[in-house]
């Protein structure tokens, strides 16, 4: 089983729409959470990350349950340029605190 | 202040040359962390340094690959023999200290023939 998955879509929505992405992560040590964007062939990059009382930032709102292991991302409006991957990420409080990055959810926003 | 930079940006070699993938972290920053993308995959931790110490390397494969974070210049992850199955992008990522945000470069894509 994958430390970190994620529905590798890709999900093809129209601008304006409400889409939302899904996480589980396999070890319950998990510390911390993230959401990176994406776009191809470019470097990760942070977009929020995630508490477990919830937090939104404009149209973005992220969620965590730690007794499911699930964490979400919601994007309302849907923009031509979300178009991405979003990478879920969690970090283990060990001594490295490397990033566990998901396979990716891939977006597609037409117009 | 200038980003996290990678050189080079694209490597070609042929299979048994050396890779030298090069990293400068943010300014300010001690901590480099080394990701490897391979095709159509997600990134996977490699490797962690501070300033002249190994923190981490358990995503390092066991052989030809090694990475160091000298006391000057840049931090250096270098594969030995290449093999086709190492063609990937390599992203370095720094911080300000352990646990807090990790900013990446913009990656080295390196191509084995």
């Known amino acids: 089983r994958k430390e970190v998955e994620q529905d590798p879509g890709p999900f093809n929505v129209p601008e304006g729409a409400t889409v939302a992405f899904n996480c589980t992560y396999s070890n319950s040590a998990s510390q911390s959470f993230f959401w990176y964007r994406q776009d191809c062939r470019k470097e990760p990059k942070l977009l929020m990350s995630v508490y477990s009382s919830g937090n939104e930032d404009g149209r973005f709102t992220a969620q965590l349950n730690r007794a499911s292991q699930y964490i979400s991302l919601l994007i309302r409006d849907s923009k031509l340029s979300d178009s991405a991957t979003y990478l879920c990420?969690?970090?283990?409080?060990?001594?490295?605190?490397?990033?566990?990055f998901g396979g990716g959810t891939r977006l597609m926003v037409k117009p | 202040n200038a980003g996290v930079m990678q050189n080079p940006r694209h490597l070609v070699r042929r299979r048994g040359q050396e890779a030298r993938l090069r990293c400068s972290p943010m300014?300010?920053?001690?901590?480099v962390y080394w990701y490897r993308q391979l095709p159509e995959e997600g990134l996977k931790f490699m490797v962690y340094?501070?300033?002249?110490?190994?923190?981490?390397e358990s995503g390092m494969p066991k052989e030809r690959f090694s990475a160091e974070f000298p006391k000057e210049g840049p931090s250096i992850l270098r594969i030995q023999q290449v093999v086709r199955g190492d063609s990937a992008a390599y992203f370095c990522?720094?911080?300000?200290?352990?646990?807090?945000?990790?900013?990446f470069g913009p990656g080295t894509r390196l191509t084995v023939l």
């Open positions: 300014k300010g920053h001690s901590h």
């Open positions: 340094l501070q300033k002249e110490n190994i923190i981490d």
């Open positions: 990522a720094s911080s300000v200290q352990r646990g807090l945000e990790q900013f």
């Open positions: 990420v969690v970090t283990v409080n060990n001594a490295g605190n490397m990033l566990t």
